[in-house]
């Protein structure tokens, strides 16, 4: 089955909230990276983080690693417009390759 | 900023007939992934190679597709014969050691009619 499902689906909120989004997956990992992806466009990879790190930011992101619950949370601090994209997550299970999730849909409204 | 560069942008045509999928590695990477994507299955891995050599293409059906790279400069996905279920948008990433992490292309959109 797949690894990496995200939650929610979709996500809709008013420019300057904070986005936060879920993904939980089911074997051991190594890591687990967040991507991006404008509508048209490939993947644009985000953030990595290592499966003995628990937390880790960069700019207006912040993700966190729970690996006993085998879960991550991606958050978006002051949500701007340009922000709108599928969100995936994706898991490194040392087999040299990612396994992504479905994705969240973020909608950020003016 | 260096990219991955995929050809063509987008593609349609007949059920039955050869398509070729073009993708250019970003320089110096030795890994190069193609996926597909739709919105019924997502993102799936098709195959993989690392310094030219197959790695993993169990995501393919073997018996239509074909991935190679004549060299480190380019890597291809041929689809022959062409059915409709194989409409969706074709990824190519690469990345240097591995997973960690993938630069992706802007994919081919493929319809097949």
């Known amino acids: 089955s797949q690894q990496g499902e995200e939650d929610p689906q979709a996500l809709s909120i008013q420019e300057g909230e904070n986005a936060t989004m879920n993904c939980s997956y089911k074997?051991?990992?190594?890591?687990l990276q967040w991507y991006r992806q404008n509508s048209g466009r490939g993947l644009v990879h985000l953030i990595l983080?290592?499966?003995?790190?628990r937390e880790k930011h960069s700019g207006r992101l912040r993700v966190t690693l729970d690996t006993s619950k085998k879960s991550s949370s991606l958050l978006i601090t002051a949500s701007r417009a340009a922000d709108t994209a599928s969100y995936f997550c994706?898991?490194?299970?040392?087999?040299?390759?990612?396994?992504f999730g479905q994705g969240t849909r973020l909608t950020i409204n003016p | 900023d260096a990219r991955v560069t995929q050809t063509p942008r987008h593609k349609v045509t007949e059920m039955g007939q050869e398509v070729t999928m073009r993708c250019q590695p970003i320089?110096?990477?030795?890994?190069v992934f193609w996926y597909r994507q739709t919105m019924m299955q997502g993102l799936e891995l098709l195959a993989y190679?690392?310094?030219?050599?197959?790695?993993?293409d169990s995501g393919m059906p073997k018996d239509r597709f074909s991935a190679e790279m004549p060299d480190a400069t380019l890597a291809t996905l041929k689809i022959q014969p062409s059915e409709p279920r194989d409409s969706a948008v074709y990824f190519c990433?690469?990345?240097?050691?591995?997973?960690?992490?993938?630069?992706f292309g802007d994919g081919t959109r493929l319809s097949i009619l």
């Open positions: 990433a690469s990345g240097l050691r591995g997973v960690q992490p993938q630069h």
């Open positions: 074997t051991s990992i190594n890591n």
């Open positions: 983080i290592r499966s003995n790190e």
């Open positions: 994706a898991t490194d299970q040392g087999a040299q390759k990612l396994v």
């Open positions: 320089l110096g990477h030795n890994t």
């Open positions: 190679f690392r310094n030219r050599a197959p790695l993993d």
